[in-house]
């Protein structure tokens, strides 16, 4: 079984095929960064615009790239929500289309799922049931992963997510956009200690999150010194990681005590940094529990995830459930506990 899949949520186009038998066979990306970098940030329009001109050249590429033509494919997996609503459109109209005219089920999967699942991917995948912590330009959010199609939310940032407060920092500190791979990399060079800044809620109990309170600690200490002095930035860099690293990784543990789960799996762009995979690794080595995370290339958006959670789905659900008419919806605000699966499957 091959299943093409299209993610189109926000700033990146990702198509990839992939085979029940041989694993991921193609996977190809388009990143609108350097498009959106002059604004300092995402601008929708220009995301739908350009997801139009990517998508079909990609998919001939990922065609391409696994010798296959657009009838050896079994289903069209795209991103139905949550995520930026003319960007959803465009996937959702490539990938239902294309299922229309091959007669194959169009297969709407949710990113966040995508983002959950993309660990069983991996050689040496977790076994249910685990708790994610899904943290991202869009998102923070602590999940209880049960099984497939089983999630339950334990937590989530009440403001902005830990993604966007490390991109608006890195603005602050000069370091471009998105920078919260640079600021990272600028904060190895940080003494310990010579800035600290709150962690967020953690006196509180419960497993949600806030960040905007963080964010304005660094900006007015960023708006007091000069960052302009390499060591000055590297070091509010350095503490500022640290406060964002310490306050997730004091959640996941209390989300682990909480569910009595021993396996934890970060997902989303920000899983990427290494201090969050360093810390948490110890972490986890001291407490007897175990974190998992995904290559870097997985960890952002990518089309992979949801050529995946496509083939998942379409193993669970019967064939002849999928909808492959030309109705296109997207949910551009779409919680992974809303069942949805009357909207977008047959019951
Ligand atoms: O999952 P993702 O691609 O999608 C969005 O929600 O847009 O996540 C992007 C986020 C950005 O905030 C980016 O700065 C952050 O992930 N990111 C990182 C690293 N790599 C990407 N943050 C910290 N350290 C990294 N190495």
């Not at 900006?219 to 990681?241: G, H, K, L, P, Y």
């Given at each position: ?252 543990c209390r989300a682990l005590d909480n ?57 669970l659900t019967k064939k002849n459930n ?26």
């Amino acid at each position: 079984m091959r299943i093409l899949g299209i993610e189109t949520s926000c700033d990146e186009t990702g198509v990839a095929v992939y085979d029940n038998k041989n694993g991921l066979i193609a996977n190809k990306l388009y990143s609108q960064v350097k498009l959106h970098s002059n604004y300092g940030g995402v601008v929708p329009e220009l995301a739908s615009r350009n997801h139009v001109i990517k998508t079909i050249p990609l998919i001939k590429e990922a065609l391409s790239q696994s010798s296959l033509c657009i009838t050896d494919i079994d289903g069209v997996a795209y991103t139905a929500g949550p995520g930026l609503v003319g960007a959803l459109m465009v996937g959702a109209t490539i990938g239902r289309a294309i299922a229309y005219a091959c007669k194959v089920p169009a297969i709407a999967i949710n990113h966040i799922e995508g983002h959950l699942l993309t660990i069983m991917m991996e050689d040496n995948p977790p076994s249910f049931p685990f708790v994610a912590l899904l943290v991202s330009g869009g998102n923070t959010q602590l999940i209880a992963v049960k099984n497939i199609g089983k999630y339950f939310l334990l937590g989530k940032s009440i403001d902005d997510s830990a993604g966007e407060v490390l991109d608006k920092t890195a603005k602050l500190l000069g370091l471009g956009y998105p920078g919260g791979k640079i600021l990272s990399y600028i904060a190895r060079r940080g003494i310990t200690g010579r800035y600290k800044f709150p962690r967020p809620m953690i006196n509180r109990q419960g497993l949600d999150f806030s960040f905007s309170g963080l964010k304005t600690s660094v900006a007015n200490t960023i708006r007091s010194v000069s960052v302009d002095d390499e060591q000055n930035c590297a070091d509010i860099a350095r503490a500022f990681e640290d406060a964002v690293v310490d306050t997730l990784s004091i959640k996941c543990c209390r989300a682990l005590d909480n569910t009595g789960f021993n396996r934890l799996v970060i997902a989303g762009g920000v899983s990427a940094n290494r201090t969050l995979r360093i810390r948490l690794t110890d972490i986890m080595r001291n407490i007897g529990k175990k974190v998992f995370f995904s290559r870097s290339d997985f960890c952002t958006d990518n089309g992979a995830m949801i050529a995946y959670a496509g083939m998942l789905r379409l193993q669970l659900t019967k064939k002849n459930n999928f909808y492959n008419d030309l109705e296109v919806m997207v949910r551009p605000r779409w919680s992974l506990e809303e069942d949805l699966s009357a909207v977008f499957y047959k019951n």
